[in-house]
């Protein structure tokens, strides 16, 4: 069965430290991953995304993530946090062979920056 | 284009009453989703459709929900009769193959 887990509800980073919210998944064959952001009263937004190719995905507002196939991961990253990107973050899974496009999604890990 | 556009944005209304929620997915889009989001579930996917088809329904809560989609551009959620357990936020998704899903603004529902 295909899954996605987000192990921590909630991280906690100083303003200026590294940040990280992890994801892993389960697919039965090739896995397209995407994070999303949701601010405060707001829809969700892509972040970024990994189809193929470079491992290292660069994505919006200074983030990044990185998929690691041997450990079924796509953590994201930001070498240096701000306050304002505090929010909630979603990761996603879909199946390459799913021909309905059906997303699997983590339940979401509320990232907290502190000043 | 637009993106997704869901309406109402707010919807305020009395237990009993049916409720309407519209969405336009971006054209050319093939798959389209409906969500639910609540502070105690989390993010729900309630059905989606591809290619104006729905394909899985399991997540719909019971039979007072319903979905359509008549065309490629547009889709509904209904709800009949609301009760207070359905206020959420009720999100609407469009993706094609070869893309991330783009969400809609939302429609925050309050059955009071």
């Known amino acids: 069965a295909q899954s996605v887990a987000q192990p921590e509800d909630q991280v906690n980073v100083a303003e200026g430290n590294p940040l990280t919210v992890k994801c892993t998944y389960s697919?039965?064959?090739?896995?397209?991953l995407f994070w999303y952001v949701q601010y405060p009263n707001r829809g969700l937004q892509f972040l970024l995304k990994?189809?193929?190719?470079d491992n290292l995905v660069k994505g919006s507002y200074g983030f990044e993530a990185e998929f690691n196939k041997s450990q079924t991961s796509f953590h994201l990253k930001k070498p240096s946090a701000l306050v304002s990107d505090s929010a909630l973050y979603f990761c996603?899974?879909?199946?390459?062979?799913?021909?309905?496009?059906?997303?699997?999604w983590g339940a979401g890990t509320k990232l907290i920056i502190k000043p | 284009d637009a993106g997704v556009i869901q309406s109402p944005r707010h919807e305020v209304t009395e237990m009993g009453q049916e409720v309407t929620l519209r969405c336009k997915p971006i054209?050319?889009?093939?798959?389209l989703f409906w969500y639910r989001q609540t502070m105690m579930r989390g993010l729900e996917l309630l059905i989606y459709?591809?290619?104006?088809?729905?394909?899985?329904d399991s997540g719909m809560p019971e039979d007072r929900f319903s979905a359509k989609m008549p065309n490629a551009s547009f889709s509904t959620l209904k709800i009949q009769p609301s009760e207070p357990r359905d206020s959420a936020v009720y999100f609407c998704?469009?993706?094609?193959?070869?893309?991330?899903?783009?969400f809609g603004q939302g429609t925050r529902l309050t059955v009071v």
């Open positions: 990994y189809i193929t190719g």
């Open positions: 054209s050319g889009h093939n798959s």
């Open positions: 996603a899974v879909r199946d390459f062979m799913d021909s309905n496009y059906q997303l699997i």
């Open positions: 697919v039965s064959g090739n896995p397209y």
């Open positions: 998704a469009s993706t094609r193959s070869d893309t991330e899903a783009f």
């Open positions: 459709f591809n290619n104006n088809v729905p394909i899985d």
